[in-house]
């Protein structure tokens, strides 16, 4: 997205994705801008920081948190989202929907 276009990079990426379905958006970046672009990336599940690590109202643009830690260096927090979604027993305590993004497990 251009940054310097801002609104109609906005529409123009919403136009761009329009009749696309996601499964997942992993919400990685902490900045409103980000939270803009990810509000119209049509996902069931947009996987965020938790609420004490999630920045510029994160939050709000996502529907899943990653666990909760603290003092960790934020590219150590990055780790917290794969296992997130490849937990066997789902995540948030079972209070999101992230059970359905399951990695497949290796065989053999």
């Known amino acids: 997205m251009d940054k310097r276009a801002s609104l109609s990079a906005l529409r123009a990426l919403r136009r761009q994705l329009r009749g696309r379905r996601f499964d997942a958006l992993l919400h990685m970046q902490l900045a409103l801008r980000s939270s803009l672009v990810a509000q119209c990336v049509p996902a069931a599940v947009k996987l965020g920081f938790d609420r004490a690590r999630a920045r510029e109202l994160q939050w709000l643009f996502t529907n899943a948190r990653i666990a909760p ?11 917290g989202f794969p296992p997130h979604s490849a937990s066997a027993n789902g ?6 929907r ?11």
């Open 69 to 79: 830690r603290s003092r960790e260096h934020v590219l150590d927090s990055f780790f």
């Open 91 to 96: 995540c948030c305590a079972g209070t999101c």
């Open 98 to 108: 992230c059970r359905a993004l399951r990695a497949p497990t290796p065989s053999g």
